[in-house]
């Protein structure tokens, strides 16, 4: 099985802030990578497919980067809205995997 | 608009069943893998189970292997998750979502589900 690792896996962070968490896979995915936010309470929302596409309606200031075992998800100035729990998930192989998420919480 | 409603869960007693329905709406139903997610209380998610477009490939994770089993009939719109042999660490809200790609076997997805709480404890 593909093990996802999210890092960190909690960061405090302002509004306006530069926030990048990464993702490393325990073997190649190539870009079989998905970036999804999920609120309290509420279904996770994909940010992010296929590694770096940016799902339509997302916001700009989200972008994802990186191909093989290493990914990124930069939020380029944070936002209000944006604080939440951010998953990254896999879709190379079955089983598929996420990993255990990182906490956006606010400064 | 696309709109997944989950149903069928509930308060179960350990070794009990169920079967979880997630109805579907607004998208071409047959062209796109599905998927069960579930998240236990206050955890991360956990990938369950997975169907191709036109159910030809089912995927299962490990955890629940030989006691779920995920189907769909595309003629009701309709993915379905029979689950057996309950156990407590099956607790969870259950989550149905949509692959993004339509090419029935793409599996990142889009659309979530508002999620069904399955409890398991006597």
């Known amino acids: 099985d593909i093990q996802m690792t999210q890092s960190p896996s909690s960061v405090s962070a302002s509004v306006g802030d530069r926030v990048t968490i990464t993702c490393r896979a325990s073997q190649g995915i190539r870009s079989w990578l998905a970036w999804y936010q999920q609120k309290p309470g509420k279904a996770p929302n994909v940010l992010i497919y296929a590694a770096s596409t940016l799902q339509s309606g997302v916001p700009s200031r989200f972008s994802g980067s990186g191909s093989g075992t290493d990914f990124t998800l930069t939020i380029s100035s944070l936002q209000p809205e944006d604080f939440a729990t951010y998953y990254c998930?896999?879709?190379?192989?079955?089983?598929?995997?996420f990993g255990g998420g990182t906490k956006v919480e606010i400064k | 608009e696309v709109q997944l409603v989950e149903s069928g869960g509930g308060l179960v007693q350990p070794g009990g069943s169920l079967r979880l329905s997630c109805a579907a709406s607004?998208?071409?139903?047959?062209?796109?893998?599905m998927t069960w997610v579930r998240q236990a209380p206050g955890k991360g998610l956990e990938w369950v189970s997975a169907i191709s477009g036109i159910g030809e490939n089912r995927y299962h994770a490990d955890s629940v292997k030989g006691r779920f089993t995920i189907s769909r009939d595309n003629s009701k719109n309709t993915l379905y998750l029979q689950i057996s042999s309950l156990r407590a660490e099956d607790t969870a809200v259950y989550y149905c979502?949509?692959?993004?790609?339509?090419?029935?076997?793409?599996?990142?997805?889009?659309?979530w589900g508002q999620g069904t709480l399955v409890t398991v404890s006597s």
């Open positions: 998930q896999q879709a190379h192989s079955f089983p598929l995997t």
């Open positions: 979502a949509k692959g993004i790609v339509d090419s029935g076997n793409y599996y990142h997805f889009d659309y």
């Open positions: 607004g998208f071409t139903f047959s062209r796109h893998a």
